[in-house]
Structure formats: structure tokens, C-alpha cells
């Protein structure tokens, strides 16, 4: 974009297969309000060839981001050593993008646009991600969070965090990306680098954990808390549903 800030999304092939998750990502873009721009700024990172394949049949910005040794292709459920895996190599390859001076919208592809996010971030935070349960501050380290949301800001601070963050894996083995950050989201590291995390409301950034209730403020709805690709593509096509139908009873 102008200001340099790049919408980022992964996936693998059981995500990008036909009529399934990609297909209705994409389409949310189209469906939403103003949103149908920011398709000229999304970069789908694809993580294995078929994913990448795929991705340059439906989309102009395609990256394949290859892992020696291991097979990111099929559907990996949660918390099996191949997904932890995954979401490692994410944080990895994010803090990349925060190197060559790139600001970021991280988005899993289960996750619905309905609203130019920008518009509800915060002015003053280096780092801001949504949240599985909101309590009502920006600042409050006992918020939630959620990996699968995420906006980053290019700095020397935002390099050094994802740097801490991905190195933290070895500290807390067998624990995924979104666990550890729980863990070190209060680290006395993160208070000498001086990064500013705030934490995105619910009511704006919502999810299957802590839905937003108000289709007239609502920019993204996650499928968290829902474990599995069948349910996950159930539960996003039913919400855009949803939102075509608020969209069609607006008064013009």
C-alpha cells in the first residue's frame, strides 16, 4: 500500500483446494465494504507446490515459501508436531517481512473481511493482534490473544520481538505460536525493547470464541475455536451468508 504495509495470508494445499477455505476467503473480500481494493495488496504465502499451484490460478500475488524436509500439503489438525511446525515457520518468515521493512496485516485464511481493518488500529502500537476473549482494554496482558490476526509495524522493536518470540519455542516445547505469546506477552525483555502491544476488540475483530455481535461494526470474523477443515468451512460459509444478508436489508 503507500504506506507500505503488505496483507499477508498462508496456506496449504487443503486450505486452497477447490471450495474450500481460499474460495471463501477471497470472496469475503468482494462481499465486504471497500474491501475488494485490498486484493491488490494481499500476498498468499503458499506452503507447499499444489498450494502454490492453486494460488496462481485465483490470485496475481502468489509467494511460495518452501521448507526442506517436510510436507505442509495435507490438512494438519491442531497441535500435531506437522502443525506446530507450520505455525513456527510463520513467525519465522513474518519477521523476515519485518526485515526487508515491510509493515504487515497478518490474516489465517479463515478468517471473513467484512471492513478495511486500518481503520481500527491503533495509532501508537507496534505490534496489535485480536483476541479468543476481549476484557475491555487495549492494554490489559490478561486479554487473550490470537495469532491468526496481527498488524506489525517495521521497526527495530517489532524485528526484536518476533526475534524473542520464535527463539521462546525453545523454552516451552510443544507449545504452538499463540500459547508462547501468552507466556512472554509480559516479558521484562518486551518492556526494555519498549514495544507497544495493543490488543484488537472483539466487537471489531471478531471470532467463534468471542463473536461480534454488531454487523454494523464488525471487520473480521474468525473460525476460531473450531477444530477441523469440514467445520471450519461450514461455519465461513454460513457467517457470509450472514453478511450478505445484513448487506441486502441496508437501507440504500
Given at each position: 500500500?503507500?504506506?507500505?504495509?503488505?496483507?499477508?495470508?498462508?496456506?496449504?494445499?487443503?486450505?486452497?483446494?477447490?471450495?474450500?477455505?481460499?474460495?471463501?476467503?477471497?470472496?469475503s473480500f468482494r462481499t465486504g465494504e471497500c474491501t475488494?481494493?485490498?486484493?491488490?495488496?494481499?500476498?498468499?504465502?503458499?506452503?507447499?507446490g499444489k498450494a502454490y499451484e492453486r494460488c496462481k490460478?485465483?490470485?496475481?500475488?502468489?509467494?511460495?515459501?518452501?521448507?526442506?524436509?517436510?510436507?505442509?500439503?495435507?490438512?494438519?489438525?491442531?497441535?500435531?508436531?506437522?502443525?506446530?511446525?507450520?505455525?513456527?515457520?510463520?513467525?519465522?518468515?513474518?519477521?523476515?517481512?519485518?526485515?526487508?521493512?515491510?509493515?504487515?496485516?497478518?490474516?489465517?485464511?479463515?478468517?471473513?473481511?467484512?471492513?478495511?481493518?486500518?481503520?481500527?488500529?491503533?495509532?501508537?502500537?507496534?505490534?496489535?493482534?485480536?483476541?479468543?476473549?476481549?476484557?475491555?482494554?487495549?492494554?490489559?496482558?490478561?486479554?487473550?490473544?490470537?495469532?491468526?490476526?496481527?498488524?506489525?509495524?517495521?521497526?527495530?522493536?517489532?524485528?526484536?520481538?518476533?526475534?524473542?518470540?520464535?527463539?521462546?519455542?525453545?523454552?516451552?516445547?510443544?507449545?504452538?505460536?499463540?500459547?508462547?505469546?501468552?507466556?512472554?506477552?509480559?516479558?521484562?525483555?518486551?518492556?526494555?525493547?519498549?514495544?507497544?502491544?495493543?490488543?484488537?476488540?472483539?466487537?471489531?475483530?471478531g471470532g467463534l470464541c468471542e463473536p461480534s455481535r454488531?454487523?454494523?461494526?464488525?471487520?473480521?470474523?474468525?473460525?476460531?475455536?473450531?477444530?477441523?477443515?469440514?467445520?471450519?468451512?461450514?461455519?465461513?460459509?454460513?457467517?457470509?451468508?450472514?453478511?450478505?444478508?445484513?448487506?441486502?436489508?441496508?437501507?440504500?
Amino acid at each position: 500500500m503507500v504506506d507500505n504495509t503488505v496483507i499477508l495470508t498462508t496456506l496449504n494445499e487443503a486450505w486452497a483446494a477447490p471450495d474450500s477455505v481460499l474460495d471463501i476467503f477471497l470472496e469475503s473480500f468482494r462481499t465486504g465494504e471497500c474491501t475488494d481494493g485490498l486484493l491488490e495488496h494481499l500476498v498468499i504465502v503458499a506452503l507447499d507446490g499444489k498450494a502454490y499451484e492453486r494460488c496462481k490460478s485465483m490470485h496475481p500475488h502468489c509467494y511460495a515459501l518452501k521448507t526442506e524436509g517436510v510436507d505442509f500439503s495435507q490438512e494438519k489438525r491442531f497441535m500435531t508436531e506437522d502443525y506446530l511446525k507450520m505455525m513456527w515457520r510463520r513467525i519465522d518468515f513474518l519477521r523476515v517481512v519485518l526485515e526487508m521493512g515491510y509493515d504487515f496485516i497478518f490474516t489465517d485464511t479463515d478468517i471473513l473481511w467484512f471492513r478495511n481493518p486500518s481503520l481500527f488500529f491503533y495509532p501508537d502500537g507496534d505490534f496489535q493482534i485480536a483476541c479468543d476473549h476481549y476484557y475491555g482494554n487495549p492494554d490489559d496482558l490478561g486479554n487473550s490473544p490470537n495469532g491468526g490476526f496481527n498488524y506489525a509495524r517495521s521497526s527495530n522493536r517489532t524485528i526484536e520481538f518476533y526475534k524473542f518470540w520464535y527463539e521462546s519455542r525453545e523454552k516451552y516445547p510443544g507449545k504452538h505460536d499463540q500459547d508462547v505469546l501468552n507466556f512472554i506477552k509480559g516479558d521484562q525483555h518486551l518492556r526494555d525493547i519498549s514495544l507497544v502491544m495493543k490488543f484488537l476488540p472483539t466487537v471489531n475483530f471478531g471470532g467463534l470464541c468471542e463473536p461480534s455481535r454488531d454487523l454494523n461494526k464488525v471487520c473480521t470474523m474468525h473460525t476460531n475455536c473450531c477444530i477441523g477443515l469440514t467445520g471450519k468451512v461450514n461455519d465461513l460459509k454460513v457467517m457470509l451468508e450472514d453478511w450478505r444478508l445484513y448487506r441486502a436489508c441496508r437501507p440504500a
